[in-house]
Structure formats: C-alpha cells, structure tokens
C-alpha cells in the first residue's frame, strides 16, 4: 500500500494539471470560435467571387492563361499547413500521412507551422521556406505565400504546387486534405468555397446555370478581368486553407485538453480511493495496537 503522504502528493499534483489542461481547453475554445466566425464571414464573398469565375471560364479560352495551363509529369511545390504547438491530439501525425500518401518523388515544400517543417527535414525533406502567420489569421498573411507560390510556378522551377492541411469539418472531425492549388482545374474554378471543405461540392446546377446567364460587362476585356482575378482566387484559397488548418488545430486541442482533464478528474477519484483505503487500513491497524496493548496489560 502507497505511503499516505505520497497519495497526497499526487492528488495534489494531478489536480494542478487538470487546472491547467482545463485553462488550455477554455482558451482553445475561445480561439476556435474566432476561426470559425473569420470563416463563415467569407461565405458570400466567395459565393459571388465564384459566380464570376464561371462565368469567365465560359467566356475565355481557359488553356491561354498560364495558371491554367495543364503540365505533364514534372516537379511538385508543396505547401504544408501545420501548428507550431503540440498538444493537439494526432493533428499533425495524421497531416504527415497524408503528405506522404499524396506526394509525388522528389517534392519540395514550402511551410506554416514548425511541427511538420521538423518531421520533413528529419525525413530529409527539402524546406524551400518557412513562413509564420498570426492568430487569427490576417487576409495579409496570406498575400506573401500566394504571391511566392504563383511565382514559383510561373517561372517554371515547379509544374505542380498543392497545399496540404487540415480540413476543418466539425468539433470533433478534422480531415487532413492535399489540394492542388496551381495549375488551377477547370472544375476548381465552379467549386463552392465554403468553411466545411475548400475541394468539396461544386456549384450546383442551378447556380452553375444563374451565374451564366448573368448579364457581365467586362473591362477591358473577359481575359483581363480573368487575368485580375486568378491571383485573387488563390490568395482566398490560400487564406480559407490557413483559418481552416487554424480552427482544426484549435479544435483538436480543445478536444485533447477535455480529454485530459477528465481522465485526471478519474484520475483523482482513484486517488482519492486508494488514498481513504490506506487511511482507513492504517486507523484499523493503530486500533488493533491499542486493543493488543490493552489485553496485554490485563
């Protein structure tokens, strides 16, 4: 039977950590909630940014422009979105697999988040560049890394750029997801950007067919405008991936510190157990003294 004192000892300890898994959990939680509501409120740009696009897609020989152009075979860029703390469950381990499983041989990757910048360069991966971005996620921060990438791509030093991170889906649920950014695919340019998924779900027929027969003017001409709003669409694509990888990080760190902060509530109540069991044994044994030494005097 464990001494009382070091019983104690460990209520005592195991307590102090569940006080601070149960702060971690909270701020998580508060963190979570400003990715989403950055989300949600780029929903009806997108929606409109979208509708655009479609419509200069039917209206433009999409082989003509350079980020559309198809490559064969070729060098791949890719851009991994991971956090730069721990404490979040299998976040970043089940990325890795994902990054393994979709990358083609000899890629090179561009970074957020120092967690799997690590576990690449381990792996004798090459790191072109790192980049850290603030919480939450500023439109801005995402303006570099576009910019960089497009420019990668148009120089030619790479025929594929993709973007692997973590789809955010519910509290519970996030999905690692590799999507190929540059060149952008025909179908790409019609998808629904929305904050259950960047690749998931195209426009439907219906809006599909309403953004077609909307009545645009375009100035100077269709592939100009195109030509403006290419590089738009990927730095909101690259900004939706950021707050998306940034909700799920929140979100699998709050359900990691719930976690941990029940199995220590368990925890002390198996404690607190063990612990009445040898006060109790050690009463029974400081009784069963007395009673001894009472007979004895008799």
Request: net charge negative.
């Amino acid at each position: 039977m464990a001494n009382l004192r070091d019983i104690r000892r460990r209520i005592k300890s195991v307590k102090s950590t569940s006080q601070i898994t149960k702060a971690m959990e909270l701020v998580s939680a508060a963190k979570m909630k400003k990715a989403q509501d950055q989300a949600l409120a780029g929903r009806d740009y997108a929606d409109k940014l979208n509708k655009v696009l479609v419509n200069l897609k039917a209206n433009t020989d999409e082989e003509s422009h350079p980020l559309l152009g198809q490559r064969e075979g070729g060098k791949e860029l890719m851009l991994v979105i991971s956090t730069s703390r721990g404490l979040c469950g299998g976040l970043n381990t089940n990325l890795l697999k994902k990054v393994r499983l979709e990358e083609s041989e000899g890629t090179e990757y561009v970074t957020v988040g120092k967690k799997l910048r690590q576990s690449l360069a381990k792996s004798g991966g090459k790191i072109v560049t790192d980049w850290d971005v603030e919480d939450p996620v500023p439109f801005n921060d995402a303006k570099p890394i576009a910019k960089f990438l497009t420019e990668q791509f148009l120089s030619g030093d790479y025929d594929k750029i993709s973007v692997a991170f973590n789809n955010f889906v519910s509290t519970l649920t996030q999905t690692p997801e590799v999507f190929q950014l540059l060149p952008i695919q025909s179908g790409d340019l019609g998808e629904k950007q929305d904050y259950e998924g960047v690749d998931k779900g195209e426009i439907g027929e219906t809006d599909s067919a309403s953004a077609l027969n909307m009545d645009y003017e375009f100035e100077p001409s269709a592939e100009g405008v195109l030509d403006k709003l290419l590089p738009l669409y990927i730095n909101f694509q690259i900004y939706q991936m950021l707050v998306e990888a940034r909700a799920s990080e929140h979100s699998a760190r709050m359900v990691a510190m719930k976690a941990a902060t029940d199995n220590a509530g368990n925890m002390v109540k198996d404690l607190t157990l063990e612990y009445n069991k040898a006060r109790q044994a050690a009463i029974t044994a400081e009784l069963l003294e007395i009673t001894t030494a009472m007979k004895a005097m008799e």
